[in-house]
């Protein structure tokens, strides 16, 4: 995949087009048969967000797409990914095998679905918020979803 959520089964960009543009169809290509890959990039670049896995290599232990099955080889290197990022103020994860790897990385406990906790690290005070899940295996509605992000966004001063 050349570009984070591509796949149309997956809510994430229904989510940010219903939060920041009010209009769930926003990210979507004129044929809306994928998402607008050049649209979603100069989104992401306006609004100063970075998406990145929280493991460089995995194991997927059964052929499907669940995080359940999932070993993480190698993780993020956290630290120096932030070195880079040193704009960033929060940590996003939106799954629980993304935050279980994180929780073992940084200092800080795990917040509830839709929440954040806060925790010092290189010398800045930061933030992990833990998302529900984009995945429509997730249950519940996408408006539902969009209004938890939502208040993050606005936690956050991007909305």
């Known amino acids: 995949m050349d570009f984070y959520y591509p796949n149309l089964q997956n809510d994430m960009w229904r989510i940010m087009g219903i939060v920041f543009y009010g209009n769930k169809e926003y990210f979507l290509s004129e044929t809306k048969k994928a998402f607008d890959k050049e649209r979603i ?4 670049t306006e609004k100063g967000i970075a998406l990145s896995d929280t493991a460089v290599e995995i194991v997927r232990r059964k052929g499907n797409a669940s995080d359940q099955y999932l070993e993480v080889i190698k ?8 070195q880079f990022l040193s704009s960033c103020r929060a940590i996003v994860t939106t799954g629980q095998k993304a935050t279980d790897t ?10 509830k679905v839709g929440e954040y906790a806060e925790f010092d690290y290189l010398a800045r005070r ?11 295996a997730y249950p519940k509605p996408l408006e539902e979803k969009a209004a938890v992000y939502g208040q993050m966004f606005k936690e956050l001063g991007l909305l």
């Open 41 to 44: 990039c100069a989104f992401l």
């Open 126 to 136: 930061l933030r992990l918020y833990r998302m529900p899940s984009s995945s429509r």
């Open 75 to 82: 993780p993020l290197d956290i630290e120096k990914a932030l």
């Open 102 to 111: 994180l929780l073992e990385l940084l200092p800080v406990v795990a917040p």
